[in-house]
């Protein structure tokens, strides 16, 4: 219950923040207020709901951002699903670590194992954190705001590349990539 400022920024005429479900009140966003909406709210666990409003009171926009649980599940998202079998092309799968209602959890920091099947290698892994002193080229990254990212360089060969990501704990997450 220690209250916490949230502040939305916003184009539209009006702004209405929910907490699980209730009002915190409509608050006018124009250039005066530099677009900002502010609101003091006393933490709880659940959903903020940001809904804009028009001049005519029409909603047009919605946010939400939601407490996560303890990281249950990986998700593995590739840029691309079919890839050249040319020696260069690259594909930039980013990692996810998601709780039991899918929210990712932005204080997961579990080290992620990498593998590879077919004609393809790592070139890559990163996460964004600025104070990481973790190798880019190695099988292994730590997540960083529950988040990582694996760059797969394509060989020379067609077929089906394989990325499996593993974390202790959890069953092993992979995505498949066709390299033609």
């Known amino acids: 219950n220690k209250p916490i400022e949230v502040n939305i920024y916003s184009s539209c005429t009006q702004v209405e923040l929910f907490l699980n479900g209730k009002s915190l009140a409509k608050k006018t966003t124009d250039r005066s207020t530099k677009f900002i909406a502010s609101w003091q709210v006393p933490y709880q666990r659940g959903v903020l709901k940001a809904v804009g409003y028009n001049a005519k009171n029409k909603i047009i926009n919605t946010a939400t951002l939601a407490t996560a649980d303890t990281v249950i599940k990986i998700q593995l998202i590739a840029d691309k699903k ?96 066709n390299a033609e």
Do not use: H
């Open 82 to 177: 079919i890839v050249k079998a040319n020696n260069q092309d690259l594909v930039y799968v980013t990692i996810i670590l998601l709780d039991g209602k899918g929210n990712r959890n932005p204080l997961a920091e579990n080290l992620i194992k990498f593998e590879i099947e077919g004609s393809a290698t790592i070139a890559g892994v990163g996460n964004a954190n600025p104070r990481s002193l973790e190798s880019y080229q190695a099988y292994e990254r730590k997540a960083w705001q529950g988040k990582c990212m694996v760059i797969v360089k394509v060989g020379k060969s067609t077929g089906e590349i394989k990325l499996k990501a593993v974390v202790d704990g959890m069953d092993a997450a992979s995505i498949i990539v």
